[in-house]
């Protein structure tokens, strides 16, 4: 089945550091959302992604829907201490039902000790 | 409020008891998912309503999972002798469905713990 691997798993930031993290299949999606979550709330929706080469920002956020529509990445510019949390990407995949998603297992972000 | 709205948020229940999660959806939202995250993973897709339609099921892991949606709007989660395995929370999200949009809005979710 489709699968999304989402890295890095986990890393740790300093505020005003910028932090990357990806998402690729081997499968193509017509659908890239990102989300974060926070411990014991669900996800929240941060920025969803329609076309291919699509980059998207919001606020210090920006996210990009990759040409070959197998990948996509999230920016976080000038981090601060809230952006701590664990950060999910999701796609929506061609053939399937058009509710369901597939997640990455999440990447976390946690601060510099 | 007008987001998604889960209850209980915490269930502890014995192995082989049935139980009921509620979600209420965002209001005009006309479809409906239920999700189910086991301690440190991502979300495992199991029903999807939209609409009128007959429920996408295929994510349920086995048939002790069903899920209802009455009137279009509320709908209730239920898992029958429950077991160990099916610790986990259980996250529900609505969207208003449709194409191109399928942006989901989640509720906080409901804990479930199977002593």
């Known amino acids: 089945g489709q699968q999304l691997n989402q890295s890095p798993q986990s890393m740790f930031i300093q505020e005003g550091e910028d932090v990357s993290m990806n998402c690729t299949s081997s499968?193509?999606?017509?659908?890239w959302l990102w989300y974060k979550q926070d411990p014991g709330e669900g996800p929240v929706l941060l920025i969803a992604?329609?076309?291919?080469?699509e980059l998207t920002s919001n606020g210090r956020l920006t996210a990009q829907f990759g040409i070959t529509r197998k990948d996509s990445f999230l920016n976080i510019s000038a981090s601060i201490p809230s952006d701590v949390g664990i950060y999910f990407c999701a796609g929506l995949g061609y053939g399937g039902s058009q509710g369901n998603l597939i997640f990455g297992k999440g990447t976390k972000l946690s601060v510099k000790p | 409020g007008a987001g998604v709205s889960q209850s209980p948020s915490n269930k502890v229940t014995e192995k082989g008891k049935d139980v009921e999660l509620r979600c209420d959806p965002i209001s005009g939202h006309t479809a409906l998912y239920w999700y189910r995250q086991s301690l440190g993973q991502g979300l495992e897709f199991l029903i999807y309503f939209q609409g009128n339609s007959a429920p996408d099921k295929s994510g349920l892991p086995s048939d002790r999972f069903s899920a209802e949606r009455t009137g279009g709007s509320v709908s209730t989660l239920t898992i029958q002798r429950t077991q160990q395995e099916d610790s986990a929370v259980y996250l529900c999200?609505?969207?208003?469905?449709?194409?191109?949009?399928?942006?989901?809005?989640f509720g906080p979710g409901t804990r479930l713990t199977v002593t």
């Open positions: 999200a609505s969207s208003l469905g449709g194409t191109p949009a399928y942006e989901q809005y």
């Open positions: 499968s193509i999606f017509n659908t």
């Open positions: 992604l329609y076309k291919a080469g």
